[in-house]
């Protein structure tokens, strides 16, 4: 999506945890909020709140459908922060790591591929599976109007430390909507210039008020 460039610490963080709150919001997974400010396990964090009874039996007995949409709700972290560095799906456990050598991109990941290990028969089917996911989400990610949504969190982060959910969602609805909204003005003025061009080709200026 970009050239490679350097971030810092807390940068990476509110990266990392925009992409999964925007991939919470598209996959439609309840957060309480989200938040930069470091705990005892983690530098950031999107905060859920607790499972309803429905909720904590298809979590212990889960569809394909629940385990891939939490999945990539886990996942969406570290390929966010790899994409603001640069970087491709396939870095996205190369997060600046803490002063003991880990990274908290690790962790989501080793998260991912334990919940979609109960659907898979191997561990290389599961790699496989993994690798699928980190691509789609990617994907996802680098659509532009989702990327604009995590660019607009990021700096909102950045500036508050942690968001409730609800303003969560509605910065995210209105970052996208703004995205569509410039570029349908972009593609009007482009409409706009090619309708010139080929108003002026076919009835030159000078003859225009000819009679």
Same mark, same amino acid.
């Given at each position: ?91 996205? @456990? ?29 561990? @290389? ?87």
């Amino acid at each position: 999506m970009q050239e490679q460039r350097q971030l810092d610490k807390l940068e990476v963080t509110a990266y990392h945890e925009a992409g999964h709150a925007v991939m919470h919001h598209l996959q439609r997974v309840a957060m309480k909020a989200v938040t930069i400010v470091p705990g005892e396990e983690s530098w950031g964090r999107v905060v859920t709140p607790r499972f309803t009874q429905k909720q904590e039996k298809e979590a212990y007995s889960p569809s394909l459908s629940f385990v891939l949409r939490h999945a990539l709700t886990l996942l969406a972290g570290p390929v966010a922060a790899a994409i603001a560095q640069g970087l491709g799906w396939k870095d996205a @456990e190369l997060e600046l790591p803490d002063e003991d050598g880990t990274s908290w991109a690790m962790s989501d990941l080793s998260n991912a591929a334990i919940i979609i290990e109960k659907f898979t028969m191997s561990p @290389e089917e599961r790699d496989e599976m993994l690798d699928w996911l980190l691509c789609r989400t990617y994907l996802t990610l680098t659509r532009p109007y989702h990327w604009a949504a995590v660019e607009v969190l990021t700096q909102a982060i950045l500036e508050e430390h942690t968001i409730k959910s609800r303003r969560v969602h509605r910065i995210i609805r209105e970052a996208i909507i703004r995205w569509g909204d410039e570029e349908r003005r972009k593609w009007n003025e482009s409409r706009a210039k090619r309708s010139n061009r080929i108003c002026l080709q076919n009835y030159p200026q000078e003859n225009l008020w000819s009679n």
